[in-house]
């Protein structure tokens, strides 16, 4: 005999599992993360970028109750990196922490393996920021004097950047072209050894990495006249904004947030930037990022989309009018 098959028998079982179909995919979401988050950072082990990424993620994994693995992809100007996550499941399982490097690549190089509308922007979790650094032999104490020594002797004086296309050396011509000054540029392999050669007198000035400069201030090799962010650092409270010192609108600071893929649905990003503040509220996450030379920012998706909009913005006007060349 063949099996019943009423026909209101197999609309019922259809709803049923349309139902049971319905409530798996809520309780999916609900649960999420169900298993473990991949965080890619685009640098070496090491650095401070990937200090405050393993600080977040070991931060976050309390809070999900998964475990966090933390992925260093170097190489490409962190385009290897963030090709990985860009390619990777639009799930939130996979996330990028980008850096100022990011929008800075989009008119430095030709090719770039993704576009900028593959990423989703969750939050920019952290600001290190730059100081504009004098080697004492140089007879200025402030912006304004320098700018005035700078003009008196074009092209006679040198500063020196952590490389081609880096932070250090984006903010320099920045300064150049806001305060119209010619100062020759040389650049390094790293801040490190750039920083090393101001101290030892080799360079004039630097815009350097408050942490990696700060040890040589409190000794007294190095003469720092202005930060380069958009606001004090509380390290430093008596140390003027560039603005302040007398180049209105200058910023430039390093900086390293979240991005996810494009199409990672809008519920685990809004969920993904709560936890994000929730880690800040937790014991010793911000000293341990003061330590680092980092000030926490924890800005919402749309304000972190909008600032990358700009810097992309910003950076392709400062690359092209200097006539920036990757080496």
């Keep these: 005999m063949k099996p019943f098959k009423h026909p209101r028998a197999r609309g019922l079982r259809a709803l049923v599992a349309v139902v049971l179909s ?55 100007s962190t385009m290897i990196g963030a090709e990985a996550v860009a390619r990777s499941a639009p799930d ?19 090719r770039v393996p993704y576009k900028l509308g593959d990423f989703a922007a969750v939050s920019n979790i952290a600001e290190s920021p730059n100081v504009l650094a004098l080697h004492p032999s140089v007879p200025a104490t402030s912006v304004k004097e320098l700018i005035a020594l700078l003009r008196t002797r074009p092209g006679q004086i040198n500063y020196g950047s952590g490389g081609v296309g880096g932070s250090t050396h984006l903010a320099a011509e920045l300064f150049k072209l806001l305060a119209k000054v010619d100062v020759v540029h040389i650049p390094y392999k790293g801040g490190g050894p750039a920083v090393a050669d101001l101290v030892g007198g080799q360079i004039s000035m630097i815009f350097g990495n408050l942490p990696a400069v700060l040890p040589f201030v409190k000794s007294g090799k190095v003469r720092v006249i202005a930060i380069a962010s958009g606001k004090r650092s509380p390290t430093l409270p008596d140390l003027p904004t560039m603005s302040e010192a007398g180049v209105p609108g200058f910023e430039a600071s390093t900086w390293a947030g979240f991005l996810v893929p494009a199409a990672t649905p809008p519920a685990t990003i809004t969920k993904l930037h709560a936890d994000v503040l929730k880690a800040f509220a937790l014991p010793d996450t911000r000293e341990r990022m003061a330590a680092n030379g980092f000030d926490p920012i924890g800005n919402s998706p749309k304000e972190f989309a909008a600032y990358i909009d700009a810097e992309v913005a910003r950076w392709a006007k400062v690359i092209t009018a200097a006539g920036i060349k990757p080496e």
Aim: glycine share 14%.
């Design 92 to 110: 939130g399982y996979t996330m990028l922490m980008a850096t100022s490097a990011f929008p800075v690549n989009f008119t430095l190089y030709q």
């Design 22 to 76: 319905a409530g798996a995919g809520v309780c999916a979401a609900q649960v999420w993360p169900a298993k473990p988050v991949r965080m890619i950072v685009p640098l070496a082990p090491g650095g401070s970028t990937d200090v405050i990424t393993r600080l977040f993620g070991a931060k976050l994994g309390e809070l999900w109750g998964q475990p966090v693995v933390v992925e260093n992809r170097p190489g490409g």
